[in-house]
């Protein structure tokens, strides 16, 4: 199955109803297809874009969001999206990196734009509005020719290149194709949604990250995207009442921020029918929250950019019942389309309860990383398996519990210490709102484990903040698990997909030594 085989079906299907819906504006199945057809002959045409060429893209949520992707995809182009929230010089090393010479940028983000062109001479610029230092793109598209451009998409055509988060410290891309992007679609109706004719998904995070990855299968069932410029807890709820979405999409972060809203508990949500979170872990008072709140509507997906969107899925059901505290802090059992081993640094297969590295392999798998022979010699092992550089163990129900990243583990005094499960006890104490572990320079143990913690509203300003989380932990885990010391911050630092950024924590204190562990 290819990318552009859906979105055709989608628009053959559903051609006069309602596609996207943006702030008072919408478009139809046929207005989003026809316009996609033009930005594609636009591109080819005007920015002399030829097969396999990579199109940079600056882009915020907006109602261009679907025509821009499918117009991609449709001229056989291969799409490298930026995160808006990065630097100047952070966007001019992707686009170097992955050899992009055209870059399509937002109105609102003309200004960036034109200091990449700066940082980057010969770099073409195309606005999506008049508002540009290039040429307007959708004002080339309204001359250009609204069928598909003449080229035959083939299933190994790349048709994204999507950098990381970057939590390793290493600028890397992974590439998917039409075949690999299609099955994500298939993925996520075959695991965590059954979407109906007309019902919407609201998506509020970025849709270059997971919340991208549903525009397809909604629009292959005849499906609408409900699509707000951002994040504003306020927003966001006042979009559940008004445009009624049967599905949300959240990182933990966001539901945490939902569930401090003044009259939370009368928001409307009779239309709701799943919660689908991922992203990152989801602390248990938060969850327990939303639960005793909502009720069984959440669902949780494991997986990661280079294989979106679910390796494993906890379910509705598996969210309540005998044992569900405990096995909501698994990730879930393995999707019907993936399979998953854990292995040792052999590559041989671990026992239930043994924690090793997850490997997966399945349809939605990327092909690799973008111009990374070393990298992807290290991550793609033989037989199609992919390596995530996550450390996880099964139980012997057959769920899959995620310990940690195999570049986030501490070592104190011999021992392994790996943050995640340290995290998950300190988030329970009553004070801590957020938490994150990392290792710091330690003489005597090598590294000792610190706690940072940003406190509830209610608890700042409270005394012997550090004791009492210590003491909390020494009750619950083994001593060399136990923060050595307790920091106290604003807030925990976060990707923008709301990964925690240990890094960030962490290399600080380890400036200027030779080694870092």
């Known amino acids: 199955m290819l990318t552009t085989e859906l979105i055709e079906r989608g628009a053959r299907n559903f051609a006069a109803e ?33 097969h396999g060429c990579r199109i940079g893209l600056l882009l915020t949520n907006s109602l261009f969001s679907l025509p821009v992707d499918f117009a991609c995809a449709k001229a056989r182009l291969v799409r490298v999206p930026l995160n808006a929230r990065l630097s100047g010089p952070e966007h001019a090393n992707m686009l170097t990196g992955a050899g992009v010479t055209v870059l399509v940028h937002g109105e609102d983000l003309a200004d960036r734009a034109r200091e990449l062109r700066e940082l980057l001479p010969g770099l073409a610029l195309y606005g999506l509005g008049p508002v540009t230092a290039g040429q307007d793109l959708l004002s080339l598209a309204r001359n250009a020719a609204d ?14 290149a999507l950098y990381t988060s970057g939590t390793t410290g290493k600028l890397k891309a992974a590439v998917h194709t039409q075949a690999s992007w299609a099955a994500i679609g298939l993925n996520i109706l075959l695991n965590l949604v059954d979407v109906r004719r007309g019902e919407a998904m609201l998506h509020a995070a970025s849709l270059i990250h997971a919340s991208g990855t549903f525009v397809l299968p909604y629009w292959s069932r005849g ?16 979009a559940i009442e008004t445009w009624r979405p049967a599905a949300l999409n959240l990182v933990p972060t966001m539901l945490g921020m939902l569930l401090e809203q003044p009259g939370i508990e009368t928001a409307d949500f009779s239309a709701v029918q799943t919660i689908i979170y991922g992203a990152s872990p989801m602390p248990r008072p938060t969850i327990e929250r939303a639960l005793q709140l909502w009720g069984p509507r959440f669902v949780q997906y494991y997986g990661q950019t280079e294989a979106p969107l679910a390796i494993a899925v906890l379910t509705k059901e598996d969210h309540v019942g005998e044992n569900a505290h405990e096995r909501r802090l698994a990730c879930g059992r393995p999707s019907l389309d993936c399979e998953v081993r854990i292995i040792d640094e052999t590559g041989a297969d671990l026992a239930a309860g043994q924690p090793g590295e997850i490997a997966v392999r399945a349809p939605f798998g990327m092909t690799g ?5 070393e990298l992807n010699a290290s991550t793609m092992l033989p037989g199609g398996w992919i390596k995530t550089r996550d450390i996880g163990r099964f139980d012997d129900a057959g769920y899959l519990y995620l310990v940690d990243r195999t570049s986030d583990m501490i070592i104190t005094g011999g021992y392994n210490v790996y943050p995640r499960e340290v995290e998950d006890v300190l988030a329970e104490h009553r004070f801590v709102r957020e938490v994150a572990v990392v290792g710091i320079p330690d003489d005597k143990w090598g590294e000792a484990v610190t706690a940072f913690v940003a406190l509830r509203a209610q608890h700042i300003g409270e005394n012997a903040v550090e004791e009492d989380i210590i003491a909390f932990a020494r009750a619950r885990l083994a001593g060399y698990k136990v923060p050595k010391s307790v920091r106290v911050v604003d807030e925990i630092p976060k990707s923008a997909v709301g990964k925690l950024l240990r890094r960030a924590l962490r290399d600080p204190f380890w400036a200027g030594r030779e080694r870092r562990l």
Do not use: C, W
């Open 18 to 50: 309602t596609a996207v819906l943006y702030g008072d504006q919408s478009m139809t199945f046929a207005d989003v297809d026809t316009l996609a057809n033009r930005i594609a002959n636009a591109l080819v045409s005007a920015a002399k874009a030829d």
């Open 147 to 160: 069928t598909p451009p003449g080229r035959r998409p083939e299933p190994d055509d790349p048709v994204l």
């Open 223 to 238: 499906g609408r995207a409900a699509v707000l410029p951002g994040f504003q807890p306020q927003a966001y709820l006042h």
């Open 369 to 373: 990383y973008l111009d990374a022979p």
